[in-house]
């Protein structure tokens, strides 16, 4: 693995401030969760993910990866998002959301805001700000696989998802293909597999929605043969 594919690799695991959440309960329960990350097959890190509550009707939600074998381990390479949003119905409606990767050899990071009040979208990735116009129930990358999560529990077989991305809102669309047995290191399962439907970057998600909100495993091409495999995930 290159230094460059390997920052590639990192800067595709991230596969919005504004007024109180109207809704009045969480359609879900705080959480932790723990993953293996995988690159061509290979340890690369560990991923953990947790939610909770942030209070005034916000929640936090952040991922963060540690690299623990080969060049990630070497270079120091970390990744950590944050996102803040409100309950929009089950769908986590964007507040804001921080991405920040750190290498020996190379810094990178974003911030994105939504002011609710004007319907803007407000991205800097220290180079000057961009700016476009938000759109209701819009959620951002790193909060993409707990919505997903929540829509498949509810049933939906086919979801369409409003997406902040860098310099739009972009309408993501999967669906779900059919049931797979996965094993991962939390166990055996009888999974949803989901792809997305709009683009060609080969991401696939296996959810037990029944059981938990995150994927026990996704895989996604995009900046290298990426794979999560969940290790634990415990409510609290």
């Given at each position: 693995m290159t230094i460059r594919s390997l920052l590639t690799a990192l800067l595709g695991l991230g596969l919005l401030f504004a007024t109180p959440a109207m809704a009045a309960t969480s359609?879900?329960?705080?959480?932790?969760?723990?993953?293996?990350?995988?690159?061509?097959?290979e340890p690369m890190g560990v991923a953990t993910i947790q939610l909770r509550a942030a209070g005034n009707g916000q929640w936090l939600y952040s991922k963060n990866v540690k690299g623990t074998s080969g060049l990630a381990a070497m270079l120091g390479a970390n990744v950590s998002e944050s996102s803040r949003f409100r309950w929009k119905g089950?769908?986590?409606?964007?507040?804001?959301?921080?991405?920040?990767?750190?290498?020996?050899?190379?810094?990178?990071?974003?911030?994105?805001?939504?002011?609710?009040?004007?319907?803007?979208?407000?991205?800097?990735?220290?180079?000057?700000?961009?700016?476009?116009?938000?759109?209701?129930?819009m959620v951002e990358r790193n909060t993409l696989a707990l919505a997903l999560g929540l829509a498949l529990r509810n049933g939906?077989?086919?979801?369409?998802?409003?997406?902040?991305?860098?310099?739009?809102?972009?309408?993501?669309?999967?669906e779900v293909i059919g049931r797979e047995t996965v094993t991962v290191p939390a166990g055996r399962f009888n999974a949803e597999r989901v792809d997305r439907t709009d683009a060609d970057h080969g991401f696939s998600a296996w959810y037990a929605a029944d059981r938990y909100?995150?994927?026990?495993?996704?895989?996604?091409?995009?900046?290298?043969?990426?794979?999560?495999e969940l290790v634990s995930y415990t409510t609290r």
């Open positions: 359609p879900a329960k705080a959480f932790s969760a723990t993953y293996n990350v995988l690159r061509g097959g089950d769908v986590p409606e964007a507040i804001s959301y921080d991405y920040e990767m750190q290498a020996a050899i190379k810094h990178k990071q974003r911030h994105l805001v939504v002011d609710w009040t004007n319907n803007r979208v407000s991205v800097d990735e220290g180079k000057g700000k961009q700016s476009y116009p938000a759109s209701p129930g939906q077989q086919q979801i369409a998802l409003p997406v902040a991305v860098r310099q739009e809102v972009q309408t993501q669309n999967f909100l995150l994927p026990v495993k996704i895989s996604q091409h995009d900046g290298g043969d990426l794979v999560m």
